[in-house]
């Protein structure tokens, strides 16, 4: 690869990157304007700098080789851990996405066969019914000419899906209004205080405050979750159920009811928040590149016609996935990503203290243009068979790579090419504005405004 840096030097490390000077300037332009300031830096200092971010210093990279480095072959050496996953816990407990080796090993064993291709295939049809009852709805929408919120709307029909799939919750369940609120309100705060995190989540601001009481109603929703699955054992074969069942194959323990609550809640958000927010930048993308979508609609119809797409649809559905993947690398949800160096280690030529936390942003490294020509272009023919048609190409990772590779990414592509097929066999989206939207990066990478359509119905 042209220009690739390389990962230590013939001379000895040198202590320390270059980077901005002093901690309150980078940390307030990283907290309200991450893209922008992150853009700044990248233009100034090339692949790889140091900055103090809360008085904190952080090595930030950004070629593909030093990001295969820390997630692939040095991944014992880098731990997800640091600040920022210790006020992730304040929600998500030791879940799979926050827990440290060795008890992290434990739970991605007992979790892993749920996620086994075989499993996805019985939850196909499950996500089929929920995209329907998300197109009935707009039938009464689009005849009334009404617009609708993409993003809202993504959001909803992901949370459906994922509570119906993994915890059998229905939209006529009572707790699921309950959950979905606390939910939301709970992850908004969590979201705040990690932009920010000056005063501690104890200290009791409005703001706090909300986040403990959704934190207590979630809690006790959970609970009673559990409770039900243990009344109701036999009956259903949720992910809840497969998760109070299995058991680690070398102890034979099970998990226990607090960890099962972290579970539940790790996997609410890790599997609905990324996947809404993909499927609302595709229908973005498509509004903004028509000849793309004319040419999804040609494979839709040639593969599924008019009947509902089936799981032995969607390997045939290869243009489908190309422009999912492309959207994935324009704009990963999972924008940033950070590990902890266990033990000293060199980086492009400068030293890793034990301790550093060395952070990286997939928005920058999927748009690098020595992997990347013309990165910005929306191109799904980069993932064509003319261009290798890997799943997972150097220098793209919207899953993460290595052993903490997403466990939910079939899930994932699943769900997001039934419901781009089953959406655009029925719709067209219009959009109601041609202004371009930039992204904002929270939690997950959001459009800065809501993405509205109008619906134009092309099939009864
Ligand atoms: C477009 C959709 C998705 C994207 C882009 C995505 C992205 C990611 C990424 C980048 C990671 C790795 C984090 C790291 O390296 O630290 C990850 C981890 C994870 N994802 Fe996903 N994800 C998606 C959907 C899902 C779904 C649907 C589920 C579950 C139903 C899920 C469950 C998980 C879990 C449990 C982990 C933690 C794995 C571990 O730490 O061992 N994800 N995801």
């Not at 070629?63 to 295969?68: A, S």
């Not at 998300?134 to 959001?155: C, F, P, Q, Y």
């Not at 994922?162 to 915890?167: A, I, K, M, P």
């Not at 501690?200 to 409770?227: C, K, N, Q, V, Y």
Request: glycine content about 6%; aromatic content about 10%.
């Amino acid at each position: 690869m042209p220009g690739t840096p390389p990962l230590t030097s013939e001379s000895s490390p040198v202590d320390r990157p270059p980077g901005p000077r002093g901690s309150l300037g980078p940390t307030l332009r990283f907290q309200y304007t991450p893209l922008r300031f992150l853009a700044g830096m990248l233009d100034e200092y090339g692949d790889i700098f140091s900055v103090e971010l809360l008085g904190m210093p952080i090595i930030v990279l950004n070629h593909p080789i030093f990001v295969d480095h820390v997630l692939k072959r040095q991944h014992y050496n880098y731990e997800r851990s640091g600040p920022a996953v210790e006020m992730a816990r304040e929600m998500f407990g030791r879940g799979v996405g926050t827990a440290a080796r060795p008890e992290w090993l434990w739970q991605r064993r007992l979790l892993q066969p749920i996620f086994h291709r075989q499993r996805i295939a019985e939850f196909t049809e499950i996500m089929s019914s929920a995209i329907q009852t998300t197109l009935h709805r707009w039938d009464r929408t689009a005849s009334s000419g009404a617009t609708i919120d993409v993003g809202a709307e993504m959001t909803d029909l992901s949370l459906r899906i994922v509570l119906r799939t993994l915890f059998d919750l229905h939209p006529a369940d009572a707790k699921l209004r309950a959950l979905t609120d606390a939910f939301t309100v709970a992850t908004k705060e969590l979201a705040s205080f990690m932009r920010f995190p000056v005063l501690p989540l104890s200290a009791p601001t409005p703001g706090h405050r909300r986040f403990r009481r959704a934190l207590d109603a979630l809690d006790s929703i959970t609970h009673e979750m559990i409770r039900q699955q243990e009344t109701a054992r036999g009956s259903h074969r949720s992910l809840l159920s497969r998760l109070m069942d299995a058991r680690d194959s070398e102890t034979g323990d099970r998990m226990s009811v607090h960890q099962l609550r972290d579970e539940i809640l790790t996997m609410l958000f890790a599997g609905h928040e990324t996947s809404a927010n993909t499927l609302t930048w595709v229908w973005y993308l498509l509004g903004c590149y028509p000849e793309v979508e004319e040419r999804l609609r040609a494979e839709i119809d040639a593969v599924v016609g008019e009947r509902q797409p089936l799981i032995a649809d969607l390997p045939r559905l290869v243009y489908t996935r190309q422009v999912i993947q492309e959207t994935l690398r324009l704009y990963s949800p999972a924008w940033q990503n950070y590990r902890q160096a266990l033990q000293d280690d060199v980086i492009g030529g400068y030293r890793i203290p034990a301790g550093t936390t060395v952070f990286w942003s997939y928005y920058f490294i999927h748009r690098h243009e020595s992997y990347w020509p013309d990165p910005e272009l929306f191109d799904p023919g980069r993932f064509s068979a003319a261009h290798g048609a890997r799943v997972d190409p150097p220098g793209y990772y919207p899953f993460g790579a290595g052993p903490r590779l997403c466990m939910g990414n079939t899930f994932a592509m699943a769900e997001m090419q039934l419901t781009i097929a089953m959406i655009l066999q029925r719709y067209r989206l219009i959009a109601t504005s041609s202004r371009h939207i930039a992204p904002v990066a929270l939690i997950t990478l959001h459009p800065h405004r809501p993405i509205t359509v109008h619906l134009e119905r092309c099939r009864s």
